[in-house]
């Protein structure tokens, strides 16, 4: 397991730089900007605090009612940030691990809209207010990263709960991307799908303009803060975001290799990411069209990041 533990704290290529600057505009267009934005944060905030009484009674609701419960909380909160979730592909077996790649505070929300993920997270997520208390009772796998230690303790949780049919998402990259390539994969995650036998299927998240053109304007980088993303999404006409669901497989441990299998799976889930999303320059073309009808309501993911520097890196 050393080669996770070396590589647990990647950091990114990408910076605010990499944003796309604003077009310049005459003042009609920036008036209804405004109100664009003014209208989708107060949307936000609706929704957002609507999940306070779904975290209260998380207890009482049952798994069933409370998955249901906060795949039509993510999905109303992707909506009203103007953001269009478009899945292709199949929806992943329970009990796989679901690995994509990481640019926005978008992607845990719009991963639930194909299977009921729990997310791996860092400790401190227990403390964030709201968020905190619905991320522990939707069963996230929590890890304390100034505890290296804590790795293997923290692998064999993610592995406890792929044997219990517990569907687990984790970001390989263990940092945002701005999308126009990506990042390592690293390993450690994996060995948990080795562990327990589970599928690995690859997710490649693609950020659009409404009319197909690939956009980094969702991306969360740098020192980017989460209200300057959240005024960035809100004020676009239209973000699309595009979940494709790419082939599984499951890991063989008893192979013989010439190298661990979770290195492995880590190159081969990063080769599917990189084939399916769009060319690396963001102007060059638009993605291709795509149409799916909207997957069954699942249950949500864990919590949202606050800080590009407080993005999950246990990946």
């Not at 080795?194 to 690939?214: C, K």
């Not at 769009?278 to 102007?283: E, H, I, R, V």
């Amino acid at each position: 397991m050393t080669d996770g533990v070396s590589g647990w704290f990647p950091t990114s290529p990408c910076t605010p730089t990499c944003l796309p600057t604003p077009a310049p505009d005459d003042g009609w267009v920036r008036l209804r900007r405004r109100v664009r934005t003014v209208a989708r944060l107060s949307a936000l905030a609706v929704v957002l605090l609507a999940g306070v009484p779904v975290a209260a009674l998380a207890p009482l609701l049952g798994p069933a009612r409370l998955g249901r419960a906060q795949a039509l909380w993510c999905g109303r909160l992707l909506a009203a940030a103007g953001v269009r979730v478009v899945v292709t592909g199949p929806r992943p077996a329970p009990g796989s691990l679901v690995v994509a790649n990481h640019v926005s505070w978008l992607d845990v929300l719009a991963l639930n809209r194909v299977a009921p993920v729990r997310m791996l997270a860092k400790t401190e997520v227990r403390d964030w207010p709201l968020i905190g208390p619905m991320a522990a009772r939707a069963g996230t796998v929590f890890l304390d990263r100034d505890r290296l230690r804590a790795l293997p303790d923290a692998v064999a949780a993610v592995a406890g709960a792929l044997r219990t049919d517990s569907t687990v998402g984790v970001f390989a990259e263990g940092t945002t991307r701005c999308g126009r390539d990506l990042g390592r994969f690293r390993p450690a995650a994996f060995q948990a799908a080795v562990d327990a036998g589970a599928p690995v299927v690859p997710v490649a998240l693609a950020y659009a303009a409404a009319d197909g053109t690939p956009d980094a304007s969702a991306a969360f980088v740098g020192d980017d803060d989460l209200m300057s993303s959240l005024i960035r999404v809100a004020a676009a006409p239209r973000t699309v975001l595009t979940v494709r669901v790419l082939p599984s497989w499951t890991p063989v441990a008893d192979a013989p290799r010439t190298e661990p299998e979770r290195r492995r799976c880590a190159r081969r889930a990063a080769a599917a990411v990189t084939a399916a999303l769009p060319t690396p320059d963001l102007d060059a073309r638009p993605l291709p069209a795509v149409h799916a009808p909207a997957p069954p309501a699942v249950p949500a993911a864990a919590a949202s990041p606050v800080r590009r520097s407080e993005v999950t890196r246990a990946a």
